[in-house]
């Protein structure tokens, strides 16, 4: 699976942004779970939010009710609506996916269980 990434740029403080992630590839139909990841230098990955097959959806504690994500299940795409940023929230925002293992797939928030990384997108809050 291809991950795409797209949208991100420069924000004041307060404003709204929105993330697109196209999936692509001839497993792009065996995805279980879509989602958003962010990175600074010199911290980890850490989950911003994910959609899960079917299932609920989950987001990073930080959102706070901020941020909405949605997947185009036709499409094979995912956005992130991201509302009342600050400067904190800067980042490199990636997308991920996950190849579905069983019929019934394992839902987590581990990074290290995602196969497929876009090749993320600066998003940079200015104060």
């Given amino acids: 699976v291809q991950l795409q990434a797209s949208g991100g740029g420069l924000v004041q403080a307060g404003g709204s942004h929105t993330l697109s992630c196209a999936a692509s590839g001839d497993d792009s139909s065996r995805i279980s779970t879509m989602g958003w990841y962010r990175q600074t230098p010199g911290k980890q990955r850490e989950l911003v939010a994910i959609v899960p097959d079917g299932k609920t959806i989950d987001y990073g504690d930080f959102v706070e009710g901020r941020f909405t994500v949605s997947r185009d299940y ?3 795409m995912v956005y992130l609506q ?10 490199v925002y990636y997308c991920a996916a996950r190849r579905r293992r069983s019929v019934i797939d394992s839902i987590t928030t581990d990074p290290a269980d995602f196969d497929s990384w876009g090749q ?7 104060s």
């Fill in 120 to 126: 993320g997108t600066q998003v940079t809050v200015s």
């Fill in 82 to 91: 991201m509302n009342s940023l600050n400067p904190e929230d800067t980042a």
């Fill in 74 to 76: 036709a499409r094979n």
